[in-house]
């Protein structure tokens, strides 16, 4: 996915942007950037890879090099970034997010009036490079960016950085993604993570709106463009994507997730599917605080059978080479067999997807003795690629589990049918469940419900982003 952090200070300013950035390192694993301005030496930019060494590793020895009170950095899953752009607007550094769905057209669009685009070694072009140029068809950055976000099919939340030393923040016109606003005594930082800015002594002062957009200095902010009344927020922020301890629109990650497990354990109860085990647990590390909310409500003891060795290998730090990445996936897992042999286990994971990963898991769970292994997913069956900030990067439908065995149920007639599959109380559910089951070695499955899922966030459901598993806008 990808985030950003940026400040705008009276003082120096290196330290925090550099601690700010590395701080949203779980929402990206490619590419990484800070750029630095200073009234004397003007910006100051480094980009580097972290496919293969952490953000932190990367960037220390350019520490000395970054000077000024404003500055910002980003995490890209994609395209190196930020890039320091120049046309009649100005010199601008630009860091942008989300998903561009028609970059084709809009690339032909651009060479049609004989503009030319720097091709990757892909021969792809930079998303950014093409948001600075949508942004630079227009008289202000302002109506620049609002123009970007028109063309764009999909998502696109950005910050630049200007030649004046400020920041200009904007969310995705309809809020997919969040962007907040934190305080301290010297100036503002604007940031993805809320947490990210609470750990450096800045404190909560905004939370932008849907297709907001805020000026940001060292003495305060301004709204450029205020926001919409429409909003999808993604569900999966609070599912997966989000760190513990952050808040978006209000609702913390952490407790939103106690009460997700909580709810399904109580569903479960309902309709007699709460199995006789001997622990529930969570997988490592999202489905943690699922499995807790679970095993509380459910009143079946927590345990965790395995742990993630992660100080060698954090997620951010993963090879290039496919066999070497599930080789170390495989060596990441670190079985407690006192609470695996011969036990019953229950583990709730943050999200089923294409399920191979998670095969690997059960695999191995068996292999150290598990006598029965029962899985719940703490979201309802993904359906949908995502089109607006690519959680799922399956490049089709049918690459996705539950989608995939819809298919090998009933044939193209199925998908008719998806919200039927999609609730494990129909027949049409309990079928796709037990298939699930006997591909992937589970005693027994379950899914989280939409409603359950909506209500363990809490905000109003028209707001949350759910077209993943109903496919609806």
Known sequence: ??????????????????????????????????????????????????ENTPFRTKFEKDLPGF????????????DPQPLMIRSHLGV???????????????????????????????????????????????????????YAQEQIEGSLTLLI??????????????????????RDDDGYCVTFESFAYGKLGYVDEHELGSGEIVRITPEGYEVLAPARDEMRICAFLWV????????YEGVNVETMRYRNGAIMARDDAEHGL????????????????????????????????????????????MPANQEVRNRVAKMKQIPVPELINGKRLL?????????????????????????????RSACPPIMYGCKYLSFSRSRSDYELIARRKVLEL?????????????????????????????????????????DGLLDAIGIDRKLVCTYCWSGKE
């Open 1 to 50: 996915m990808g985030a950003f952090f940026g400040v705008a200070s009276r003082r120096e300013i290196a330290l925090d942007v550099f601690f700010g950035v590395d701080y949203h390192s779980h929402l990206g694993t490619r590419r990484a950037g800070m750029v630095m301005w200073d009234a004397h030496k003007g910006f100051t930019r480094e980009i580097h890879s972290i």
């Open 67 to 78: 000077v000024g009170n404003v500055g910002m950095g980003c995490i890209s899953d994609s």
């Open 92 to 146: 601008f550094s630009l860091a942008t997010v989300g998903a561009v769905n028609n970059a084709d057209q809009l690339v032909e669009s651009f060479t049609g009036v004989g503009h030319q685009f720097m091709a990757m070694s892909s021969g792809d072009v930079n998303i950014t490079e093409l948001v600075g140029a949508l942004i630079n068809t227009q008289d202000s950055l302002v109506e620049g960016i609002q």
């Open 161 to 182: 950085m200007t030649e004046k030393g400020e920041l200009i923040a904007a969310r995705d016109r309809m809020g997919r993604l969040p962007v907040l606003i934190g």
């Open 240 to 247: 997966y994507y989000g760190y513990p301890n952050s808040n």
């Open 274 to 317: 709460l199995p006789d085990v001997d622990y529930v647990a969570g997988v490592p590390d999202s489905g943690l605080p699922h499995g807790i909310g679970y095993a509380t409500e459910s009143g079946k003891p927590f345990a965790r059978p395995f742990v993630k060795y992660t100080p060698t290998w954090p997620r951010s730090f």
């Open 347 to 375: 583990f709730v994971d943050d999200s089923i997807v294409r399920g191979t990963q998670l095969r690997e898991t059960i695999d191995f769970l068996y292999g150290a003795g598990a006598a029965e292994i029962h899985m």
């Open 410 to 450: 009933e044939g193209p007639e199925g998908e008719k049918h998806l919200d039927e599959y999609g609730d494990g109380h129909t027949e049409r559910g309990k079928c796709m469940l037990k298939a699930i089951c006997e591909e992937m070695g589970f005693d027994s499955l379950n899914y989280q419900t939409l």
